[in-house]
């Protein structure tokens, strides 16, 4: 089976107890739609996110969001192939798997095509408190040619998106942050999609 969730930011005690109620397996794919946690202080508390996830049962697929590296930028993630696609994976953490935008997995006989990132709301918040933020956070212009390309090649058509962010026509603006000026939004990335 196929279950998604999103935004643990690190705190993944909520998902190892879902995945430990329903018994899951590696045969299992649990997604999780962006900031996972697993990527952010590029050191040792990483690491027992990426412990708990590899442990829990199903094969995580993350997608990256807003407040994570991506995996291209940390050391010991390698590519391999995955259920139709390319996914990044550390070897010592083999049921965590890394998405790559543009690349389309098939879960469950249905096509999942990927598009990562987004823009932090925070951002100046987060960096006047010396929090991280990655310039990169958002999909660049290679990887929305690349996507237009997959799509293209299908007919503008694919059954599920997996993304961190929804289109603009779609954004949830009863709940945007109190106190953030909108216009100092970067809704590039949500205008694309």
Not at 103 to 112: K, N, S
Not at 143 to 169: D, E, I, M
Request: aromatic share 12%; glycine share 10%.
């Amino acid at each position: 089976m196929v279950f998604y969730t999103g935004d643990p930011h690190g705190d993944v005690a909520e998902i190892v107890e879902f995945c430990r109620q329903m018994r899951l397996q590696p045969a299992d794919t649990l997604v999780i739609l962006g900031d996972v946690g697993a990527n952010y202080y590029l050191n040792k508390r990483d690491l027992h996110v990426k412990e708990q996830l590899n442990a829990c049962g199903p094969t995580v697929l993350c997608i990256h969001g807003n407040h994570e590296c991506r995996p291209a930028h940390v050391p010991g993630y390698g590519l391999q192939d995955w259920s139709g696609g390319q996914v990044y994976v550390q070897p010592e953490y083999p049921h965590v798997l890394f998405a790559v935008d543009g690349e389309v997995y098939t879960l469950e006989g249905r096509d999942h095509l990927v598009i990562g990132g987004a823009y932090s709301v925070d951002k100046y918040y987060r960096l006047m408190r010396g929090f991280r933020w990655w310039e990169d956070e958002q999909p660049d212009e290679a990887t929305k040619a690349k996507v237009n390309r997959v799509l293209a090649a299908r007919g503008w058509r694919v059954p599920v998106v997996l993304s961190h962010t929804c289109p603009f026509k779609y954004e949830p603006v009863e709940a945007f942050l109190p106190g953030i000026d909108q216009g100092s939004v970067d809704a590039s990335t949500e205008r694309w999609l």
